[in-house]
């Protein structure tokens, strides 16, 4: 990748940026299926297929022994970017433009019972996007600044056959703009006006075309009294969600959906002495639903899972209570944080009968190959905490050493029915860093929990440790040229997300190192 900066004069500077990145396929630090897929696989192995005519039969045996790397993962991405500012004393505008291209694939959900399928989809990606942004100070005692923001993007996204032939299209356009107007005592109101359309084309697409439309009106205002801080903030916001499809398509809903959305914070902090501040926040937030969680109906290839939606799903309400605790001095730094989250018609998917799926399926003659996944608006609790630190422990010579870590917990609840499914496990990672005015390193380790609360139709995940390890050298004075070597999962682990979709068919990437060059003209 590179990186350039121009000034063409006192008040204007360019920038242009462009970067390429081929990958093969992922390395990993086991086999690619989880020790009971790859028993179910075995076992399957060795029952007679009677496979349908014209498809292959499928290698069982084949799927259990799959480790070292995993197939269908490789990828090859490019971006370039340009942008130009004027800078004035009393203001500044600036225009960019960036271009996104991505080839890659997504791990194949290997089949490891009898009437299990296999696909080996690609996904190709091209985005285009230009932003503006632009603001004025007003040098009055009521407005002390006026802030515009514009963007908008084209995004267009093709699934591919495992020979190429596009499968499924999927379109997305997108339009924002925002208005701020920054008072000259602390806060700040404006208007935010968001489009987008949506367009998926294929027998395979598993959403309509649609189009959402949001206008929201916010505020968020600030007091100061030295020691004691508050700060407060609403916001209001429309939203029409419209399934745009086709006449007689009896793959989906077609209508509209209207929002009324208002939501509110207020926040607390008091200095206890110089170096602590306690602090707590309320809220209550609400949320209109996406249009993927109305009206989806299909398999979905980046999730391996068919996905049926609700377009009778309201309005999603939390309300939420976070106390912060904050302590910052000389040399040392801790920051930690502990909410509780109360929610109504939370949008929460879950594994249910295949029957569900072909019911949903048979008016439009397709078949449910793919694990059923059906949304369903419940009452939800949630609560955790989060805590991060570092304390420098010494100098060496012209070396400060530092170590640092970080824990964070996430319980989550659906009322009547038990955990919510693929909440992230509980984490903790410790690290120590050297560092000079040229040289660095730091070694680090992160451990994941076990999760011990998963839903009914969840498989186990287990635990695991990484290491990582990075070194930096400016051999130069002038410090332009920077080597870096750097290695993730020393130990090649077998990680898993309990979070992803493919965890038992995908770990994570195995032992990493990268070598990198950065010079700076």
């Not at 920054?182 to 949506?198: L, T």
């Not at 499809?245 to 009896?250: E, K, M, S």
């Not at 560092?435 to 992160?446: C, F, K, M, P």
């Not at 440790?465 to 070194?471: D, E």
Request: aromatic share 8%; net charge negative.
């Amino acid at each position: 990748g590179a990186a350039a900066d121009a000034r063409i004069t006192e008040q204007i500077v360019v920038h242009a940026d462009g970067s390429y990145l081929k990958t093969g396929d992922l390395h990993i630090g086991g086999f690619a299926l989880t020790p009971e897929r790859r028993a179910q696989a075995r076992a399957t192995s060795l029952i007679p297929q009677l496979p349908a005519p014209g498809e292959d039969p499928i290698d069982f045996a084949g799927n259990a022994a799959i480790r070292d790397t995993l197939p269908n993962t490789a990828s090859e991405t490019w971006t370039a970017g340009l942008g130009a500012a004027l800078i004035t004393d009393t203001g500044n505008l600036g225009i960019s433009y960036s271009h996104y291209d991505s080839l890659y694939g997504v791990p194949i959900r290997y089949a490891a019972l009898p009437g299990q399928g296999q696909e080996s989809p690609r996904i190709d990606i091209v985005q285009n996007r230009v932003d503006l942004r632009a603001a004025v100070e007003t040098g009055g005692n009521l407005l002390k600044e006026i802030r515009l923001r514009v963007g908008a993007a084209d995004y267009r996204q093709f699934e591919l056959e495992p020979d190429g032939a596009i499968a499924t299209t999927f379109l997305n356009k997108g339009f924002e703009r925002r208005l701020e107007i920054v008072q000259a005592s602390r806060g700040a109101s404006g208007v935010q006006f968001s489009n987008r359309e949506f367009d998926a084309i294929g027998d395979e697409a598993f959403v309509p075309r649609s189009a959402t439309a949001q206008t929201g009106i916010f505020t968020q205002q600030q007091v100061d009294f030295g020691a004691f801080k508050a700060e407060a903030g609403a916001r209001y916001e429309i939203t029409d969600v419209q399934s745009r499809a086709l006449p007689g398509d009896a793959r989906f809903f077609s209508g509209r959906r209207h929002f009324q959305a208002l939501s509110a914070a207020l926040g607390a902090s008091y200095a206890v002495t110089e170096h602590v501040r306690v602090g707590i926040n309320l809220s209550h937030t609400e949320r209109a639903p996406s249009a993927e969680e109305l009206f989806a109906n299909g398999a979905h290839a980046g999730t391996q899972a068919y996905e049926l939606g609700n377009p009778g799903f309201g309005l999603e309400k939390s309300d939420g209570v976070e106390a912060t605790l904050h302590i910052h001095g000389d040399g040392y730094s801790l920051d930690t944080s502990a909410y509780y989250n109360t929610f109504a018609n939370y949008v929460a998917d879950g594994q249910v009968d295949q029957s569900v799926c072909e019911a949903a399926a048979a008016p439009s003659g397709r078949t449910v190959d793919l694990p059923c996944f059906q949304s369903a608006a419940v009452d939800a609790r949630y609560y955790g905490f989060e805590i991060d630190g570092s304390v420098k422990l010494l100098d060496i010579g012209d070396y400060a050493v530092n170590l640092d870590g970080l824990g964070d917990y996430v319980h989550a609840t659906i009322v009547g029915r038990g955990p919510v499914p693929r909440i992230p496990a509980g984490r903790v990672l410790a690290g120590i860093e050297a560092q000079s005015d040229r040289v660095s390193g730091r070694i680090e380790a992160e451990h994941v929990f076990a999760p011990r609360r998963i839903a009914a139709f969840e498989t186990p995940t287990d635990g695991y440790t990484l290491g990582n390890a990075t070194f930096s050298v400016s051999p130069f004075a002038s410090k332009r040229l920077v080597l870096m070597l750097s290695a993730n999962n020393l130990f090649d682990a077998v990680a898993r997300r309990h979070a992803s979709f493919l965890k038992d068919f995908a770990p994570l990437a195995g032992r990493d190192i990268r070598v990198t060059a950065r010079f700076k003209l």
